[in-house]
């Protein structure tokens, strides 16, 4: 099957190269000429432009963006339907809000074109272990594009089945699910990453508590010097908190225990942001999610203003002088 | 090897199970005859008392206790010193607060006995998976008791390999880590939970985001009719939040997908709490793993006091009067 | 001075009946009505409409509207924006949301009509003890409007000045403060309201611990019956802690320590919510404000699908049944 | 009415003058001997030695102790016991644990020497304002000490009545309370100052909201530069937030609005710990409270081993490389 694909960047470039290695034809565009020669080399073919990349392509068309959200992929959307025709999709594979995929739909569904939105996980692991997707849009184009869809996502595998889903849809179990009308693909992969912040927040604050387990602030005789990367190694095998992104700090950890090669610094992405507003217009009770992302906000700051007001009031109700403090380094 | 086995329920019987298969001798004594005469059946063999099953072991014996933490772990650890002698090893396989097997390892060195504490994770799926375990006490006696814990750990199994790890250790890959002296196995494991609670929290609070979202209160074209079964299973596939709780997840939701089953009162254990209470003697913020707790607090109650003194202030400053309402109810 | 008001529930009828006393002329309406020929008997000009009410002030006017958020001020805004000429002021004294106000000034300004955003603290006691105005707008319109305001607010009374403010603008130890541009005065306000969400939850939950402290799950000797009255009122009386809000704690205990009149299923009003998204859109993080309005969010839930998951999931690795609890009832 | 004190800082020193002004008879010693002349020199006799102290009291003696909580005080209370008769009293005035005083009181009792806990809030304010206390212990001996702390509360003042108290205790309105059994009068202290800690912390949150709108990273039509030591002060004045925090509030910005002489490394101290530990203990749900806590300990922190780990994690999954990056300064 054909597909174009617009971005040419970590994942838009393995999904290319996904595709292609599963027989499938890909027209790629980026506006970066590099990405597109590699592409090129790699069994794609390059486009000059999205005009040109549109021209390549048999109607139906199918292109699939995989630009950051906000303006890089409004414009590029847009820019596409000025081009394609009736019937053709535009694929949002990118972490666009889903309240944009919404209005986007609506807009486009007027032109006659199907707008699909996609919430795709799997990161740089992807071009090996396959895409998990969540696919929002309507059901007849999303089943159109079946092909792809199957071919991208990581099938099967090892993965034991779930008892009691032998009647269901068996493509879910693939890696790959309809979820709904336009936005919900990238609704379930927002909540899917502010589940993700949460899941690493109780790693981080758990590894911490065992780390500062030597602190001399401790009495002696309750102190230990815990070995992170063998903790983490161990609950990777029959613990009740394996998973994904253990593995992933058990690799971290046997690489440089102490992961003096980071700031600490932490970067939030708009999934984080949005889940936490999506829970308050629910009404709904978020307090890991919003949690996992405020400590992400604090470990941008030096010292805040809150923080400074709470010793100015300390100074004035107690005589409580906070002394100019050389801040705690941590190991 | 020979090994004594007292608390003969869930866990305690499938370890004497496992080790069994496994070609290892275990005496096994429980106040509940029937659970003793289960475990005779399937190749223990069986005691009539503590002062019994001491008997039947070769010094220097091992005992492993496996019951619930505190007094019936220390009524047990008293007994079973009492009656043993110099050199013996009295094994703490339940959850013991940590601090308590730094006390009893101290009092039982006095009479040369060792004691050895074992977080021990698997749960009811132990017999088949094996279980991961975190050991405490000194290194002669955990390095003697090793074909014990080689014997009930996973195993290498189909997980792969961490990177960096070639020259440590290798016995952690198979499941079991001796973490440092005393206490040190139970507090590992502690922290092991209080990450489990916030993992299961940010699941629980995602779901419930989902679930949410065909909700009245939202403009009805935000609204999505999420399928939480399909959602779970797709994200065990190549997704960032995949994990074994997430397949337990998958399964519950399979089976029913509006978890009617559940009353929604969620109980907590020791070691949440205790979690807790360590990340703030070590000045810890451990948000989330704090929420995870309070969480199951308030999911056991109607409405508490806190909330009524909201109320009434709201009442006082501003002439709300909060219906009497009719708690919402969850489908 | 003339002032125009619409909208006479609680606030609005209280805001003409404080500017009469004081010597001002008010020409109010409301669709009610009862409440025109009620402010009408104590002293101020009942209107038939916005456009009566319009033509009986003299320009350049001044209308203050005093209703409830969203719909009912936007439809006002723009009626009365229909009807009044260039060089008018068009007050919004209500919780409006502060992007709001900043799309109607720069709408408004086109037709020369300027808009003003009142934030207004003092609930049902502003008649007697006047209210608390932050304020936003062009600085000559709220200059011009300054006797409206200087009469609305408390004055200075008996509070204390604040040591180093001599040579500041005195108006704001009056009670009333130019904040900014037009919004501002309702991003003052509403981050007003946010604070007092996180303070009347610190008091929730410490009269909570206080309260259950005679809870049959702690030890004997640990156990106090404590009065929650006396405790409030005794703080009311040189603690840290004396407050406003703490004052309407102790009325309610006063009048009933069990607070069985409340339910305890506490409303939220979108103030505490956009505190929330103004935080998350700064990055700052508001740990308190958030889970302030959680517990409310909670509050009115029976339990959710999120502890019921967390069952499920206990259910599946350990084989916990939660008992379809009849959940704890709160004195 | 004669009263021992032992420990003249701050709060024993001030709280023996208020005594002397009130017309009682102080006895007073502290290690640091010039302590001692200066209230010598203020009209309280010094003594020598806790010997000489208890020495020149008529039976039956009382005692106040005013030392750091911990090891201090429980010194000083052991060497008193030694010294003292049946029928004395010893007054902890610190900051105990309640635990701690419900062990002391018992131990005590053996000897018949009476313990009372008192709670004191009011700080370097104490000395004018007088000292809102809570009293824990036997009622005859609180009773009998009623001038003492009739003389050192602040007095009805010219705080309003709360309504609906005329039939209760006059003397909590005079500012101290007797809470009930030994360790209550510190429990009830400790619970107050884990309702500042939250108080502290929503006024803290609002601020820097309030600070940081004018963030480059908002759009530009959404930005205010706001005052923060007008809008301290405007809430002072009839709005639902005022509190005698906010007064401290509003006298720091007052002096410095960017609060630059401040670190922002807030120390916290023994009663914000035990407060969530005695929720914990209760199953109380205390986010707030918690929230408040945390936000010191990790103020006190440059990064910590918990952010760098989300970093690394992030590094494995996505390639992000989060920069070393230089904290972001605050204002």
């Given at each position: 099957?054909?597909l174009?694909?617009?971005?040419l960047?970590?994942?838009g ?9 599963a027989?499938?034809s890909?027209?790629?565009w ?8 590699d592409?090129a ?6 486009a000059a432009?999205l ?11 199918a ?12 414009q590029?959307?847009?820019a596409?339907a000025?081009?394609?025709e009736p019937?053709d999709?535009?694929i949002?594979g ?5 309240k944009?995929?919404i209005?986007?739909a609506a807009s ?5 074109i ?9 990161g ?7 895409y998990?997707m969540?696919?929002g849009?309507e059901?007849?184009?999303?089943d159109r594009l ?8 990581p099938?099967?595998g ?10 269901r ?11 709904g ?6 609704f379930?992969?927002m ?7 949460g899941?690493m927040?109780?790693?981080?604050e758990g ?14 005789n309750e ?18 908190v394996?998973?994904?992104l253990l593995?992933?700090?058990a690799i971290?950890?046997a690489?440089?225990?102490?992961l003096?090669d ?7 992405s708009?999934?984080g ?8 217009e ?11 992302l ?9 010292h ?5 007001l709470?010793s100015a009031?300390?100074f ?7 002394q100019?403090v ?5 190991g």
């Open positions: 099957m054909q174009g694909i617009v971005g960047g970590r994942m470039g393995n999904i290319a190269r996904r595709l292609t290695r027989g499938h890909c027209v790629v980026d506006r970066n000429e590099a990405a597109v020669s592409l080399a790699d069994g794609s073919t390059g432009g005009e040109d990349l549109v021209g390549k392509l048999d109607a139906p068309r292109v699939w963006v995989m630009l950051p959200a906000g303006a890089p992929t409004e590029t959307v847009n596409l000025a081009v394609m019937g999709v535009i949002d990118g972490n666009s809000f889903y944009d995929d209005r986007r486009l569904r007027e032109k006659g199907v707008y699909v939105d996609v919430g795709t996980s799997g740089v692991w992807g071009l090996e272990r396959g998990c969540m696919i849009g059901k007849a184009s999303v079946d092909p792809i869809f199957a071919a991208l996502a099938g099967r090892e993965i034991p089945a779930t008892p009691g889903r032998e009647s849809d068996h493509r879910v179990e693939q890696g790959y699910l309809h979820t009308p336009a936005g919900s693909g990238h379930v992969k909540i899917h990453n502010g589940i993700e912040y899941m927040q109780a790693y981080a590894f911490e508590i065992l780390k500062r387990k030597d602190s001399t602030e401790l009495p002696e102190r230990y010097s815990l070995d992170m990367a063998d903790i983490a190694e161990v609950w990777r095998r029959g613990s009740v394996s998973s994904w593995d992933l700090c971290a950890l690489k440089n225990e102490t003096s980071f700031s600490g610094a932490v970067a939030d708009g999934e942001r949005w889940t936490v507003m999506a829970a308050i629910e009404a709904v009770s978020a307090e890991v999610l919003s949690a996992a405020y400590t992400r906000f604090r470990s941008r700051q030096d805040t203003f809150g923080e400074k709470l009031m300390r004035q109700f107690g005589g409580h002088v906070e100019p050389t801040p705690v380094k941590e």
